[in-house]
């Protein structure tokens, strides 16, 4: 069974750093794409970039690019969204996705979310 | 980049149709997909490539994409339908989402 589960809720304060992690399970990992998504309160989802875990290979969306970084650990089947300096509007769920393939380019599998609030 | 847009809520009556649209420029050139999100779960993709479901999905749920609009729609609705569903485009450089719409199941 394809899983994947991501790490728990998170309450920081403005400026702290972060690392947020999903593991896969159930399947080849480093063999598909992952992505995150960020849901802010009451808001649409977001693409925020993707990473190929057999290479690192690692793709941005604009709106995210120098604000986030993921990365992959692929002996542990893990991937990362980290931030160095949180702000008050990264405060969102969080989550991280499976992509079917580069031809479907759908999410065939979701993590459970990891909610990131950053309040002083 | 592109943009798709979706309306905020639909009520179905229990055992009729719903009808969910995602609205975007000739969105019919490229593929849409479609997921079901309720609350406190993860979203779980329902139809994908405009008309195809994944392995597991009821047959009550179907899809389209003609001109500047795609549809997903749930036949003989179901109170376990209640949900927020989303879409989602590759524009050929980004993954674009619509903002979801809440259906209810009256």
């Not at chain 1, 693409?47 to 057999?54: K, S, V």
Request: proline share 4%; aromatic share 12%; with cysteine.
């Amino acid at each position: 069974e394809v899983q994947l589960v991501q790490s728990g809720g998170e309450v920081k304060k403005p400026g702290e750093s972060l690392n947020i992690s999903c593991e896969g399970s159930g399947y080849r990992f480093s063999s598909y794409w992952i992505a995150w998504v960020r849901q802010r309160p009451g808001k649409g989802r977001e693409w925020m970039g993707i990473i190929y875990p057999a290479d690192s290979d690692t793709r941005y969306s604009p709106s995210f690019q120098g604000h986030v970084t993921i990365s992959v650990d692929k002996s542990i089947s893990t991937a990362y969204l980290q931030w160095s300096r949180l702000e008050a509007s990264d405060t969102a769920m969080y989550y991280c996705a499976r992509l079917w393939n580069t031809a479907i380019r759908a999410f065939d599998f979701w993590g459970q979310g990891t909610m990131v609030t950053v309040s002083s | 980049s592109y943009e798709v847009t979706q309306s905020l809520s639909v009520s179905v009556a229990l055992g009729q149709t719903a009808t969910i649209t995602c609205g975007g420029n000739n969105i019919v050139s490229v593929d849409v997909h479609w997921y079901q999100q309720k609350p406190g779960q993860a979203p779980v993709l329902v139809i994908y490539r405009d008309n195809n479901r994944p392995s597991g999905i009821p047959e009550r749920f179907s899809g389209s994409n003609s001109g500047n609009t795609a549809t997903l729609t749930i036949s003989r609705a179901q109170a376990g339908d209640e949900a927020d569903y989303f879409c989602q485009v590759w524009d050929s450089t980004t993954y674009v989402f619509g903002t979801g719409t809440q259906v209810t199941v009256l």
